[in-house]
């Protein structure tokens, strides 16, 4: 007569097993609800994004921050209809220079160069907000035209009044003619660019950067924006 196997013992007891299983549910619950709250607020972003630009007070200063097509050409544009006006063009590389930005937008350095300023040391729209926030102090600015695109601007506004509380600043949104159609925000390229960005500026309410883990910039790169000659 041969003996029973011994019988093994069970890894997990009941209660633990019932306690797991409760802290899986509850993830997903929690997973689920985070979803449903990033699409609803996604959308309440699409239906509020600024599409139609005003014409802008004059006498004010303009910062353009680049990035995204047909937002130099746009700065430029208001520059010239604004003889009293200055403009910043944040984060040009190092390399680019106001003939190489002017004669890429069909126009002339010579009646724009006393009026405008390259920022170089911008690399995120946080670096924007700080490099315009110092040109702004410098030029004594308190009214300030935003040109960006027009899934950027509720980041680059937010960022912007955090460096410059008491400046008002008037958002002016570049946007291709196809997105302005009405089913224009449904295409994929739109919602692509637009979901990372609602989920930057998400971040950017929690006060998270960009990249929170990338090195400090080097001290020669940390100077404010200067004018060129």
């Known amino acids: ?21 409760r802290a899986l549910r509850r993830a997903g619950v929690a997973f689920g609800a985070a979803c449903l709250l990033w699409f609803a607020g996604f959308g309440l972003f699409l239906l509020f994004l600024p599409t139609a630009a005003s014409d802008p007070p004059r006498g004010a200063g303009i910062v353009v ?17 604004d003889q009293s006006a200055k403009l910043l063009v944040s984060g040009v590389h190092q390399a680019t220079g106001l003939a190489d930005l002017v004669r890429s937008e069909g126009r002339s350095a010579e009646t724009l160069v006393e ?21 702004a102090r410098t030029q004594a600015i308190d009214t300030l035209v935003v040109v960006t695109s027009a899934y950027h601007m509720p980041r680059a506004l937010l960022l912007l009044r955090r460096a410059l509380p008491q400046t ?25 660019l637009a979901a ?10 929690a006060g998270l950067t960009e990249h929170p883990f990338a090195p400090p910039a080097p001290a020669e790169t940390r100077t404010a924006a200067r004018s060129l000659p």
């Open 115 to 135: 009026r405008v300023t390259l920022g170089r040391t911008a690399r995120s729209t946080r670096g924007n907000a700080e490099e315009t926030a110092a040109w």
């Open 1 to 21: 007569m041969t003996e029973p196997a011994p019988a093994v013992p069970d890894p997990m007891p009941n209660h633990a097993r019932d306690a797991f299983r």
């Open 168 to 192: 008002r600043l008037v958002p002016h949104p570049v946007t291709p003619r196809a997105w302005r159609e009405p089913w224009g925000r449904l295409s994929p390229t739109f919602l692509r």
């Open 65 to 81: 921050l680049t990035g995204g097509a047909g937002r130099v050409g746009e700065g430029l544009r208001l520059l010239e209809a």
């Open 196 to 205: 990372g960005e609602y989920t930057k500026w998400l971040a950017a309410l």
